[in-house]
Structures are given as structure tokens and as C-alpha cells.
């Protein structure tokens, strides 16, 4: 049984009393038919306790630990490593039915709170710098290869003098980088070479950490993790731990030999601390500052904010851990996680505030969403990459949107570029309720387009039409419009192709497969209409995107452009 075999049957589950038994035969099952456990994870148990504890063998022999840590990975898929971390020597197999180990965290409490999918709007660090935007607080920029600029990176980071470099898909602090800036100068040429690794990568202002917490150890930024938990009546925070960097590190984590310590939720007192093999801690062992018993500044603005900043995710995910650095002069968020470590401790009893939740709430809600995921322009070619969750997406049939422009393309700018994406996406995004996120916008245009979608809500007031829209900027790109307006025609025999007669320029013709994106029968289609006797495509989406498709063209020839809501014009 693989992972992903076992979250499916987990999903299943039904709502009953039986469920944790149910769970707990899928998680056996799961060990079992995975010799991973055998062929590594017991090897490797016995090598990390003769060189990091020792000592306990004192008070048990090697064949003991062996055989309780596969007693307890059978019972919730402990890892080794997780194993001492946690302490699990200490508890019963009576005390561990209130834990929350990796294996029962990742198969069981994603599979039942978050929706799986849906996960990846955190997975990528640009989606979580624009959506939580106002609670970022310092400059970054995204660095991929044909859609960043150098001049608008250095503009972007001028004046920072120690920045942070992260790939933007990653996890548990692996190839982050650290880099002190003295000029511009070095700002380029740390453009230059990222761009020549053709990675994906994050580069932001280096946050320096005042206070406190920063006096525990300066060489990170000592981050606290707060676990919010959301139901249908707000946001709770319901675990959090302060975590602590050691000297030369860049990140704080336990995979970086960093130190953990609970916090009690009431007070913001800190708890006594563990490392990742298990070690307790009161103070830190590089620094010598005591930490036990030091109280979270500003703690219940922290929670506070956690709690609101919960309200913008999707619906689907409703168990989110923030990194939160809290400084003297500002508290920012660094990151967030949807596969958050959890408290291995019986007096926590997180398993049960879980189980509680999911007995309460046996089925996640949905929400439709769309990311841009690349946009890929070749010489007169545009390719737009774009991933869709929610039950929107039996209406898709393609995961790409295709143009051709009878010009060469390089240089447009990429907030007029996205445009054919945006009129071909928005109109059904309306419609169901979606959340949106794209890194670049123009503004101009997105104001148009809300003038469409309100237009559309007079006439149909019947209909909310309220979607979630997000973008990392909102460019302000200005063009001469100074030629006459277009006169735009969809060719009904070829349904791919989009006809433009710009006077004084002659006649051209875009490209595209975006009334192919969709794939909808009539009873999707009457499904969408916004109103009876109103066709989806021909009433409501067709003329918006083919408008949208021309607006690159129009840029290109310097022509006038407009965008307008089918079936509404002036005076109705």
C-alpha cells in the first residue's frame, strides 16, 4: 500500500464511532506492506540512539527500544528519528492514543481537515507572499527565467543590505541562502547568477530579529509557530511552539538541529524545550540564555493575527501553521505550513482535539481556486500553465490555454500578456465563487473587468458573482493608445480563430484553443447561464475573451481597447 493509497482509503473513512479503529488497521496495514520500515527505519533507529542517546540505553536495552519503536510505528507510522524527538520511549501504548506522530498527522489529519489538493497554495512560496501580502511586511521578488526583470529586482530590493534566497517550492529550511548586499551592483549580479541556475527561486529581505526572542540566538531568525484550527464558528489557535536556531545555522527547524519549545496557549509562557533526538533543554546550549519560563512578547496580537490572517485561505484548508518572527519594531509572517509539526506530548491531547473536530465536521468544504503556475511566450507563441481544485474542475478539459499572435510577442510586458488568460478565466471564476491568484495584473484592465462584473450583477441580481482575486503586483504599464478602436469578430466555422481589422494597419488574426479550455455539455452549460434563455459562452464568456485575446494585439499596434459585459451597453 503506498501513501497515496493509504490517504485515499483514510478519506473513506465513515463518520462513526469506529473510525480511530478503522484508522488505526489502515495505518498497521500501511507498515506492514512497506518494507521501508524494515529495511531502513530499523537500522537506522539503532544507529541514532548509540550516537545521540546513549544513555537511555541505561534503562532499557537495544532489543527493547527496538522493539517498542516498531510497536509504535505500527500503531500511528512513526519515524525513527520522530521516535526519539518525541520521546515516545516514555508513554504507553494506552498514553500514544492521544499522539500525533508524522505518519498518523500526514495520512490521517491532511486527509481529514485539509483538502489534499489544495495544499499546494502554501506549497509555493510566491501564492503565500501574495495572498498573505499584508502580513509579509518586507520587499521580495520572484526570480524565474523570461518572466522577471533585473531593473525592477533591484528596484524592488534597493537599499537592503542582507537578503534571504529560497527556492519557491520547499521545505524544512533545505538550500536557503543568505547573502549580504553592499550595492546595486551586487544586487545585479545576484540576479545574473540566479537566473544562470534557471531555478524558481524567492529573494526577500533578510529579517533581523530585536529582542527577546533574538537574544536566544542571533544567528537566526527564532521563529514562532502557531497552529490555527477553523470551523464554521472562526479561527482558534490551538498548538504553538517557539522554535530556536543554533549557531551557524540559517533556519531554526528540527531538521537544522534546531530546538523546539511549547508554549501554553493562555499565558505565552514558554515550556521546556527538545531537540530532534530527544535532548531537553531550559536554556540555550550555545548562548547560555534561559529560556523556560520567558513569556512570547505581544502574544495575544500574535494569535490575533494568525487567526485573521486563517480567514483569507481557501475554504479547504482549515489547519494552518504560521511561522511568525516576532521582533521589537514589527511582527511578520515568514511562511506558512499545511503539514504542520504537532505536540507528541499526552497532555496536549491534540489527537483528540482532532478527532473532536473531524466528528464534528465529516465533510471539508469546497472552494474552486486557480493559480497560474508559468507562462511561457515564444516568439509569437504564448503558452499559459494553470492549476484548478474545487468542483469547478469538471468544467476543464485542458490544463493549458494556447495563443498566437501574428507578431513577435517578446516585448510585451507580462501584465499585458496575461491578459487572453484573464478574460478567458474570470467570467467562470465569477460564476462559481472561485479564489484567483496570478502573479502580475494590469491594473487598468482588472478595473474594466470589474466594471463587466458588476454590469453583470445588475442584471442578474439573482446572483452574488463575488469571487477572490489576488495578484503579487499590479502593474501600472502605460501605452499610447492613439489608433483607432479595433473591430474584433469570432469566426463561427473555425472556432479558433479570433479576427482583428485595425484601421490603417489591415486585418489579423489570434490564434487560440480557449473555447476549448472548457469542456461543457448543454447541461453545464444551462448550469452556468446566469439567467434562462441565456447562453454561456455566446451571452456571458465569448465576447469578454476575445476582447482580452485582441488587447495584446492592441498594445502592440498602439490601438484603443475596451472591454465590456455581453448583452450590456450604455443606457441599458
Given at each position: ?6 490517504i485515499?482509503l483514510?478519506?473513506?473513512?465513515p ?6 479503529t478503522?484508522l ?10 512497506n518494507?521501508f ?8 533507529f ?8 546513549a544513555?537511555?540505553l541505561?534503562d532499557h ?9 516498531r510497536?509504535?510505528?505500527?500503531q500511528?507510522?512513526?519515524?525513527s ?12 501504548t494506552e498514553?500514544r ?5 508524522t505518519?498518523?498527522?500526514v495520512?490521517?489529519?491532511d486527509?481529514?481537515i485539509n ?9 509555493a ?6 495572498i ?6 518586507r520587499?521580495w ?8 526583470s533585473?531593473?525592477?529586482f ?6 537592503i ?6 527556492p519557491?517550492?520547499g ?45 536566544f ?5 527564532n ?13 482558534k489557535?490551538?498548538?504553538s511552539f517557539l522554535r ?11 531538521h537544522?538541529?534546531?530546538?523546539m519549545?511549547?508554549i501554553?496557549l ?5 515550556r ?8 531537553e ?12 519560563g ?10 490575533r ?5 486563517h ?10 501553521g ?6 521589537d ?31 464534528e465536521?465529516?465533510?471539508l468544504?469546497?472552494e ?14 504564448c503558452?499559459?500553465g494553470f492549476?484548478?481544485r474545487g468542483?469547478?474542475k469538471?468544467?476543464?478539459?485542458r490544463k ?34 472561485a ?7 494590469y ?6 473587468m470589474?466594471?463587466?462584473?458588476r ?7 439573482e446572483i ?17 493608445e492613439?489608433g ?5 469578430t ?24 480557449y ?19 441565456t ?6 464568456q ?20 475596451e ?10
Amino acid at each position: 500500500m503506498t501513501h497515496d493509497e493509504a490517504i485515499e482509503l483514510i478519506e473513506k473513512l465513515p463518520v462513526d464511532m469506529n473510525w480511530r479503529t478503522n484508522l488505526q488497521q489502515i495505518q498497521k496495514t500501511w507498515v506492514e506492506e512497506n518494507t521501508f520500515f524494515e529495511q531502513c527505519q530499523v537500522p537506522e533507529f539503532g544507529g541514532l540512539l548509540k550516537r545521540n542517546r546513549a544513555e537511555l540505553l541505561s534503562d532499557h536495552p537495544m532489543e527493547w527500544y527496538v522493539e517498542d519503536f516498531r510497536s509504535a510505528a505500527i500503531q500511528l507510522g512513526v519515524y525513527s528519528s520522530e521516535y526519539l524527538a518525541d520521546q515516545l520511549y516514555k508513554y504507553s501504548t494506552e498514553e500514544r492514543e492521544h499522539l500525533i506522530p508524522t505518519g498518523l498527522r500526514v495520512r490521517f489529519i491532511d486527509s481529514k481537515i485539509n483538502e489534499k489538493d489544495i495544499a499546494i497554495v502554501l506549497g509555493a512560496k510566491w501564492v503565500f507572499n501574495t495572498i498573505w501580502s499584508d502580513y509579509i511586511g518586507r520587499p521580495w521578488y520572484r526570480i524565474k527565467k523570461d518572466r522577471c526583470s533585473k531593473i525592477e529586482f533591484v528596484s524592488r530590493l534597493h537599499g537592503i543590505h542582507k537578503v534571504i534566497i529560497k527556492p519557491n517550492r520547499g521545505s524544512c529550511g533545505r538550500n536557503i541562502e543568505v547573502r549580504d548586499i553592499g550595492d546595486d551592483r551586487e544586487l545585479e549580479a545576484l540576479f545574473d547568477e540566479l537566473i544562470r541556475e534557471d531555478g524558481d527561486y524567492i529573494v526577500e529581505e533578510c529579517v533581523i530579529q530585536k529582542g527577546l526572542l533574538g537574544s536566544f540566538n542571533s544567528d537566526t531568525a527564532n521563529t514562532v509557530r502557531v497552529n490555527t484550527l477553523r470551523d464554521e464558528t472562526g479561527v482558534k489557535v490551538v498548538y504553538s511552539f517557539l522554535r530556536v536556531g543554533r549557531k551557524g545555522c540559517v533556519v531554526d527547524n528540527l531538521h537544522a538541529n534546531g530546538i523546539m519549545f511549547p508554549i501554553n496557549l493562555e499565558t505565552g509562557e514558554i515550556r521546556y524545550g527538545t531537540d530532534k533526538y530527544g535532548i531537553e533543554y531550559e536554556s540555550h546550549p550555545d548562548s547560555g540564555v534561559r529560556i523556560k519560563g520567558e513569556i512570547i512578547p505581544y502574544w495575544e496580537k500574535v494569535c490575533r493575527m494568525c487567526s485573521e490572517a486563517h480567514l483569507l485561505a481557501p475554504k479547504n484548508l482549515n489547519w494552518i501553521g504560521w511561522d511568525v518572527c516576532i521582533s521589537d519594531d514589527r511582527i511578520v509572517f515568514l511562511e506558512a505550513n499545511t503539514r504542520s509539526m504537532l505536540s507528541s506530548r499526552p497532555e496536549d491531547k491534540l489527537f483528540d482535539i482532532f478527532g473532536k473536530y473531524i466528528d464534528e465536521h465529516p465533510v471539508l468544504p469546497k472552494e474552486n481556486v486557480f493559480i497560474l503556475k508559468d507562462m511561457t511566450v515564444n516568439k509569437n507563441r504564448c503558452e499559459y500553465g494553470f492549476m484548478m481544485r474545487g468542483p469547478w474542475k469538471k468544467y476543464f478539459s485542458r490544463k493549458k490555454l494556447m495563443t498566437k499572435y501574428p507578431c513577435d510577442l517578446s516585448g510585451v510586458p507580462a501584465d499585458i500578456m496575461i491578459i487572453p488568460l484573464l478574460g478567458t478565466i474570470l467570467p467562470l471564476a465569477w460564476r462559481t465563487n472561485a479564489l484567483v491568484v496570478v502573479p502580475w495584473c494590469y491594473r487598468k484592465y482588472l478595473d474594466r473587468m470589474e466594471k463587466c462584473r458588476r454590469s453583470f450583477m445588475e442584471r442578474f441580481p439573482e446572483i452574488d458573482f463575488e469571487y477572490r482575486f489576488y495578484a503579487t503586483s499590479f502593474e501600472e504599464t502605460e501605452y499610447e493608445e492613439s489608433g483607432p478602436e479595433m473591430s474584433i469578430t469570432h469566426s463561427y466555422d473555425d472556432l479558433k480563430a479570433i479576427n482583428c481589422l485595425s484601421p490603417g494597419n489591415g486585418q489579423f488574426e489570434i490564434r487560440s484553443n480557449y473555447r476549448f479550455v472548457f469542456e461543457m455539455d448543454e447541461e453545464a452549460k444551462n448550469e452556468l447561464s446566469p439567467g434562462e434563455g441565456t447562453d454561456w459562452f455566446e451571452d456571458f464568456q465569448r465576447d469578454i475573451a476575445i476582447s482580452s485575446h485582441a488587447a495584446v494585439l492592441s498594445y502592440l499596434l498602439g490601438g484603443k481597447w475596451e472591454i465590456e459585459a455581453p448583452g450590456v451597453t450604455d443606457g441599458k
